[in-house]
């Protein structure tokens, strides 16, 4: 049985949803109001560490995989792996104007820290099409379900643990039945009852807080 790229499709839809919601909540926060830029500064920065450590395990994973195995297809993945080495520029810029803005919430710095975000989801954008497009069916050609699951392990060990449930629960939101049941067929049931309860609770209240009018 082959790996279950429909996992990757899932996961890229958590970065379109939330980059595109976190340009207008920035600019909706009250300037000089720290309070509120500190609760869409600490989602934003789970959004953007999220992205870092998924990326970071394509990077030592998968595109060494494709370039041994794919050879036809190297120039592709040369140009994700590019793509990749502009997104981690964007987010770096997008960090540091996410710190200031954090730390003094007013006006310029919103505008500037939504713009950088709206940047960042554009280029960004481009690579999960292309990717869903040409790289997703060269994994099921070329990469075990074995070698896919490390991708998902790397991705949970590089993520802090207290943020495990708010990846479960952004992964799960938009998830069709079928999506959703194979994400929790993948962890051991003890952290499934976790996830479907206690976990599921954080969850709730993190985006409640985020998305507050």
Do not use: C
Request: proline share 6%; charged share 25%; glycine share 6%.
């Amino acid at each position: 049985m082959g790996p279950d790229v429909q996992e990757m499709v899932v996961i890229h839809r958590v970065f379109r949803r939330e980059l595109a919601a976190i340009p207008a909540l920035v600019r909706a926060t009250t300037p000089g109001d720290t309070a509120r830029a500190g609760v869409i500064g600490a989602h934003a920065d789970f959004v953007l560490g999220f992205l870092h450590a998924h990326h970071s395990g394509e990077d030592e994973l998968l595109w060494p995989l494709l370039l041994q195995r794919a050879a036809p297809s190297a120039e592709l993945v040369r140009t994700m792996q590019a793509q990749h080495h502009g997104v981690e520029e964007a987010t770096e810029a997008t960090r540091d104007a996410l710190r200031a803005w954090t730390a003094a919430p007013d006006r310029p710095a919103a505008d500037r820290l939504a713009g950088l975000v709206e940047r960042l989801r554009e280029a960004l954008v481009a690579h999960l099409d292309l990717e869903e497009r040409e790289i997703l069916p060269l994994v099921s050609r070329h990469v075990s379900a074995a070698e896919w699951a490390a991708l998902a392990e790397h991705g949970k060990n590089a993520t802090p643990r207290r943020q495990l449930p708010l990846v479960f629960g952004a992964l799960l939101e938009d998830a069709s039945a079928d999506e959703r049941a194979g994400l929790l067929a993948a962890v051991p049931a003890p952290i499934r009852f976790f996830l479907r309860t206690a976990g599921a609770r954080q969850y709730r209240r993190h985006v409640t807080r985020v998305r507050a009018a």
